[in-house]
C-alpha cells in the first residue's frame, strides 16, 4: 500500500518538476531562438536637446527601466548632423556643397579606411578643428586630400573647422546598415534633392563625414539625429517576470518619453519585442492549459489510488480496531492510533516521493524531444516539489484518517443512513454530468482551455477542469453499471452448472464497495491513457495540419533576387529524380504586399480607400501542390478548380539560348545621327524565361539617343549573389534551357532634355548573342565568358511573332516592323515632354499581353469587402496597378504564412496561421508586372515538391519544410512540455492501473482466507480456487476496460478538438480532427490481459502453498 501511494505521489510530482523546470528553460530559449532583428529596440531622437552625452544616458536609462532584466549592452548607434552648406570647398557645376558630419558605434562594420586615420578621440585635437574622414568619393570629386579644411555649422551661429585627416570607402553601400544614411553610403552626389525645400533643386552633397565619438559635443556641432539600438538579452528573464514585461512594452511609447525626460523634439521607438514577449507570454498560457489539463487527470488518478489504497489498509485494520473497542479502548484512542499510523506513512511517502520524482524527471529529461528543445537534464528538488508532495501525502493520511472518523452505522442498512449514503453518490454522480455538460459549453463558447479573445492572458480553472470533470463523470456512470452487471451474473450463475461461476458472482455482489473501488480505478486509469493517447495522437496530426497548411507545399526557400535564375537551376538539379509527378517539382511563387481598390466595402482604417493584404502568385504546378490534405480539403482544392485553365501554354515564339549562358551581348542604336536628342538615353533590357516559367529582366547597359552604335552586356545573375553555394569560391555555373522572350527599352531624359514636344525614335538591336564559359571570377560573371551569337533567321522568325507594349495604358501600342538588314529587332519609342520626370518604357514580348488576370479571394475577406465572383478589382502590386477578375472565394489560402510568421512558429510562437491572401495566376501576374514596367527576377520564393537536396540547392537561403515546421510546434522549447505531459500521464496511468489492480488482488485474497480455505475443506480442488479468483479478476478486468476505454474515446471526441489549440492560444488552421490510434488503444486491454495473467499465476502458486486445516484451526485466517 505504501509503495502505491508513493508511486501516485512521485508521478504527480515529477508532473510538478516538469512544468517548473522546462517553463523557466522554455521562455528564455524561445526569446532567444527569435531572430535579433525583430528583437532590437531602436530609439531615435530628432533634434536633442542636449548633448550626444546627456541624451545618450537619457536614454540607457529609459531602455533600462523599460527592458528590466532583459535589458542588454549599453545601446549603440549613430549621432548625425543636419544636411547643410559647408565651406571652403566647391565642386563644378555648382555653386553649392552640402555635407553633414557623423558619430558611428559601428564605424569599423560600415566603412574602411583608405588612407591616413579616423581622427583622435575623444573630440577636437585642438584650435576648435573636427577631425574627420571623409569618403574616398567625395574627396575625389572636390579635390580634397588630408590635411584640407572644411567649414561646419555649430549651435548658433558659429561655425567649426573640420579638418580632413583620413579617407574611407563604405562597405555595402546600398545595403541595410546605409539603408538611413542621407546618401545610402554613396559618400557623394552630384545632383541630391536639397532637403527642406518646397520645390526640387538639386545641388552637391556628401558625406558623412566621420568623427570621433565625443567630438561632436566638443565642438558644440548641433546634431539632428540620435539613433540608438539596444539588444536585449533573454538569459535572465523569468517566468514571473514576463506578464510585467509584457505590459511594459505594450505603453513603451510613453513609457520611454516619461522615462527619458525632455530629450528633443520627437523621440520615436521602434522594435518588435513586444510582439516576440507577447506571444511568448501566449504560448506559455497555452502550454500551460494542456499541462493542466495531464495534471488534473494525473491528480484524479492518484486520488483515486490512494483511495483505493487507503480503504483497503482501513479494511484490513478494521477487524483490529473492532478488537480494541471491544476491550475498552475509547473512540478518542482507536482515532489517535489511525492518525499517528497515518502521519508515519504520509511522512515516509512524503520524504521519498521529491528524491523518486528527481529521478523520473531526469528520465523524461532523456526523451529525444526533451533533448532537441534543450531543456535542463535534472532538476534537483525544489520546494514546489516538497510541497507538492507534502500536499498528497497529506491527502493519504487523511485518506487513513476517514475510517476512523466515520460512524459504524453509516454502512448498516438497518440505520437508514446506508440509504441516505447512497442518494448522495447518486447526487455526486449528477453533479459531475452537470458540470461535465457545463464544461462541454464553456470550451465550445471559448474555443480554448485559455482565458482570452485574440491572445490568451491566463487560464481559466474552468475551462482547463472541463475535460478532467467530463471524464470522471463518464467513468463514474459506467461504474454504477457494476451492480447491475453484478446481479445479471448471478441471475446467470443460478442455472450454471458448476460453482466457480456462481460463487465469483455472489462473491462480487457481496463485496461491491470494494468490486466498485476497484473497477473505478482501473477505468479511471483506462480513461486517461485512452484519453492520453488519442488526444497526444490528435495533437500531433493537428501541429502537422497547421504546418501543411502553413507552408504549402513539402518544401519553401525565399528566392535570392541576385540569382534567381541559378537558384532556380539549382533548386530543379537538387529535386532530381525526385521530380517525378507534376506537384514535385520545383515552381516560382510570388509573394507581395497589395491594396484592393474598387471594392464595395473598403477598410475603415485605410479610409475606405483600399484594404491591405498580401497576393500569392502560384503557377498551375504550385496550385497542385496545396490541393491535397488538410489544406487541399480546406481550400487549396478549390484554388486549383478555380484557377485551372489560368495559366497559358508555353508558346514557342522564344528564342532558345545555349546551356551554360551566362548572360546576354548585343549592339544598339538609339536614336538618328542626323537629329540626335540631347540628353536622352535608351535603357536597354532582355526578359528571358527559363524551363520552369521563371521571368527575369536582364539589364544590358543603355545607350545615348543620338545615333550611336554602342556595345551592351548583361550577366542573368549579379555578380554579387552569384558565387556557387558549394563554398569553393567559384563562380555559379551557367544556366540551361532559358529562352530569349522579349526586349525592354526605358528612356531616361536628363534636365538638359528638350521638352518643347513628343519625339519619335527607333531602337535598333542585333547581335543577340548569350554570353558562355568563363566562371572563374564570382564578382564578375562575364569575365572569360564567349559570345555565342544567335542566328538571325531564329531570331528574325521568333520576333515576328512578338507584339509591342507600351508600359502607358493610355497610350497606343507601338507598331513593330521587321528590322533593316544588319540588325535583329526594331521597336519605335516616344519621347514624350515630361520624359525628365516619369518612365517612359515600351517593350517587345513574346506572349499575348496581359488583361485581366483571374483571382481567388479568401472567403472572409470577400464577405467583408462586398466582392462576388465576376466583379473586377485593382490590386496596386510593387507599385503599379493590375486589374483582376474575381473567379471566387476558398475558406483559406493554404501557403499563405509569410517568412517571418513561419519563423515565428519554428520558435513555437504565434504566427504559424493564415494571413489574408488573394491568389492569382503567378505566370499571368509576372507578365502584367512586366507589362507595367516592373523588373527584377519574378520569384520571391521557390515552392518544390520535395525538400531540395543539399545546401548548394538553396544556397543562403534557408528551407521550411512541412515536416520541419510540424517537429518545431511540437518540440520548440514552449511546446514540448505538452507531449511530455500528456506520455507521462499515458505511462501514470498504465502504472497505477497495474499496481492498484494487484493491490486489490493482494487485499481481496488476505481478507478471504477463511473463505477460501472452507472451499478448499469442502472439497474444491486449488485448481477451482484459482479459476474462481481468476473468473472474479476477469469480470472486474472487462467491466473497467470497457467503462475506461468508453469514458477515454468519449471525452477525446467530445473535448479533444476544443483543447487542442494553435501556439498562440486561437483556433488551428485547419480545424482540428480526432485520429484516435486504434493500435495503441488495442494495446490496452492486452497489457491488461498481461496483469491479469500475473496475477492468476501468483494466486495459484500461493494457493498450492495453503493449507486449509491448518488455516482454520489457527483461527479462520483473522
Known sequence: MVAVATLACSLVTVLGLLVTTTEEGGVRRTLDAVPADRTAVRVTVDSPTGTVAETRDAIDRA????????????PAGSAVTAVADVGGVAAAGSDRVLAYAGEYDDRDARAELVAGSWGSAPGPSGGGELEAAVPEAAASALGLGIGST??????????????????????????ATWLDDPLQGRGDDAAFPEPDVSFADYVHAIGPLIVADGALDAADVRVETLDLTMQPTFDRVTVAGLDPLVARLGDADAGITRAAGDVGQSVTYSSGVAEAVAGASAALTVTRATVAVAGLLLAVLALAAITQAGRLLADARDAERRLLAARGASRRQVIALAGLEAGVLGALVAGISPLVAAFGYRGLAALPAMRAAGMPTSSGVPVGSVL???????????????????????EDPTTGRAGVARLARSGIDLALLVLAGLGIAQLVAYRSASAGDDAPAGLDPILVAAPVVVLVAVAALAVRLVPLVARGLGALAASARGSVLPLAAWELA????????????????????TFGVTFLHTWRISQEDQAAVAVGP???????PDRALGQSAALAAAAGADATTADAGVEPVLRRPLRIDGAPAGDPAEGGVGTGAQVLGLSAGARAMIADGRGGAAGGERIEELLRGSSRTREDAGVALPDGTRGLAATVRAGDAAAPLADVRVRVAAVVEDPRGLLAVVDLGDAPADGSTVEVAGAI??????????GDGAAAPGVDGLRLVGIRTEVVAGRDADTSSERAAEVLVGGIAARAGGGADPADPLAGTAAVPLEDAAVADAVAGWGGVSVDPTARPPVVEPAPPGWQVRLPVLVPPDASTRTVVTLLLAWVPVGLVDAVIPSALADGLGVDPGMALDLAVSGVRIPVTVAGDAPLVPGSATSEALAAGASGLAGAGAATTVVVDGPALARALIQRGATGAFADEWWAGSVPRGDA???AAPVVTRAGLARDLQEAPLRVATPTALLLAIVAAGILAAAGFALHTVASLRARRADLAHLRAVGVPARGV?????IEALILTVLGACAGIAAGLATALAVGPLVAVSPGGTAPVPAVEVHVPWLAIALLPAGLAVVLALVVAAVARAQQAVRPAELLRAGGGE
Open 1026 to 1030: 484459482v479459476g474462481l479468483v481468476a
Open 953 to 955: 540547392a538553396s544556397g
Open 63 to 74: 531602455l533600462r527601466e523599460l527592458l528590466g532584466e532583459t535589458a542588454g549592452a549599453t
Open 388 to 410: 507538492t508532495a507534502v500536499a498528497v501525502a497529506a491527502l493519504l493520511a487523511a485518506v487513513l484518517l476517514a475510517p476512523a472518523l466515520r460512524r459504524v452505522d453509516v
Open 554 to 560: 513539402t518544401a519553401r526557400v525565399v528566392a535570392e
Open 717 to 726: 545573375d549579379d555578380g554579387d549573389g552569384a558565387s556557387d553555394a558549394s
Open 510 to 529: 457481496r463485496r461491491g464497495r470494494r468490486a466498485t473501488a476497484a473497477v473505478l480505478l482501473l477505468s479511471l486509469a483506462l480513461a486517461v491513457c
Open 150 to 175: 572644411l567649414e561646419v555649422e555649430a549651435r548658433g551661429d558659429a561655425t567649426a573647422t573640420v579638418r580632413v585627416v583620413g579617407l574611407y570607402r563604405a562597405v555595402d553601400p546600398g545595403g
